[in-house]
């Protein structure tokens, strides 16, 4: 009895040792995140991550809407002062190389696209046909010298043989009564139409000396030549081409280019005569042209075309907004060196200074 007693005795203390040592381990592990310190600090790190998106948003708003401010009134302040359009052009005088006669082309001088000086030959026709008329129209006129020769000595022969015959009546009185009327009158008349073929032979000198000039220009038609400096364009001739009056051959481009730049008509009230111009050339997008204005359109550019845009119509209310014409010179010294360059048709940007 007392061995078993003893026994259970044991077992109890055991028991209780391993419970109290389970609960100390329980205690331990409940106690020990609380006392970590560790985990304190990352609670309020996710808050301040998610408001730093809202910060920088914000930050470039208020950046863009300063930027967005200031060129606004740069902008309001440049438009007050200044009329710009995008519709303009560059233009030039462009007259045309016509054949005055009529040929076949012997020899073409210039080339496409070349410089050629005032009084340059360019194209060179056949000269033979028109040789042969000059020296027509010489012949011509040397046989009208002659018998305009002819006539006035046909005159002074009259007036010698009347003064002979005048001589030898002198001694017969009775005869020269006779024959005085008869004689005189015949005399008269003989003079009077020598008189009348001679100044025809006159007039006939004169209209032969009209066809020899006539010949000499229609012989030096022959050689095609320009009439202004400028650049050979549009070349339509080859040798052996036969040519009409009339028919262009090619045009030359005088280095003169201006500007015509097409504003609405609302930007016309500050437009005047005489104020500077910028002018941005597409073909030379790096580099600005100064000029002035020349002249504005006396009337918009659709009233220029061949069937008016703007004429009455069902549509009384229609107030479509009309382009004028503003003409404007190129200053030589911005253009320098680009005159050739700056070819009629390219587009540009102007804006003109109103301030």
Do not use: C
């Not at 902008?75 to 045309?96: C, E, G, L, R």
């Not at 011509?140 to 000595?153: G, I, S």
């Amino acid at each position: 009895m007392e061995r078993l007693e003893s026994s259970k005795q044991t077992e109890q203390i055991t028991h209780m040792n391993t419970h109290k040592t389970s609960v100390s381990e329980q205690e331990v592990t409940a106690i020990a995140p609380i006392e970590s310190p560790r985990d304190e600090k990352p609670v309020s790190r996710p808050r301040n991550r998610k408001l730093l998106p809202f910060l920088i948003v914000g930050v470039t708003l208020g950046a863009g809407a300063i930027a967005a401010g200031i060129y606004a009134y740069r902008y309001m302040q440049f438009a007050k002062y200044h009329q710009v359009t995008d519709n303009a052009y560059v233009s030039a005088d462009i007259y045309p190389v016509n054949s005055r006669i009529a040929g076949v082309v012997m020899a073409v001088a210039s080339k496409d696209n070349q410089s050629v000086k005032p009084g340059e030959v360019l194209v060179q026709l056949d000269p033979r046909e028109y040789q042969v008329s000059l020296a027509q129209a010489k012949a011509d006129l040397e046989l009208a010298k002659q018998q305009a020769e002819t006539a006035r000595q046909n005159i002074n022969n009259v007036v010698t043989i009347d003064t002979g015959a005048n001589s030898q009546l002198a001694v017969n009185p009775a005869a020269q009564s006779r024959i005085a009327a008869s004689k005189s009158q015949n005399i008269n008349q003989q003079v009077e139409l020598n008189r009348q073929q001679y100044k025809t032979a006159q007039a006939a000198i004169a209209q032969k000396q009209a066809e020899l000039k006539q010949a000499e220009l229609q012989l030096s038609y022959t050689k095609i030549t320009a009439m202004l400096g400028g650049q050979v364009g549009n070349k339509d001739v080859r040798v052996g081409q036969q040519v009409q009056p009339g028919q262009t051959l090619m045009s030359v481009v005088q280095p003169n280019p201006w500007v015509i730049a097409n504003f609405k008509e609302t930007q016309l009230e500050k437009i005047r005569p005489g104020q500077k111009a910028e002018i941005k050339i597409a073909a030379f997008p790096s580099r600005k042209f100064i000029g002035k204005v020349d002249s504005i359109s006396p009337a918009s550019f659709s009233r220029f075309a061949p069937t008016p845009q703007n004429s009455p119509s069902a549509n009384s209310n229609n107030n479509t907004v009309q382009r004028v014409p503003v003409k404007i010179m190129l200053e030589p010294e911005s253009i320098r060196g680009y005159e050739s360059r700056i070819s009629p048709g390219i587009s540009a940007d102007v804006t003109v200074e109103t301030r």
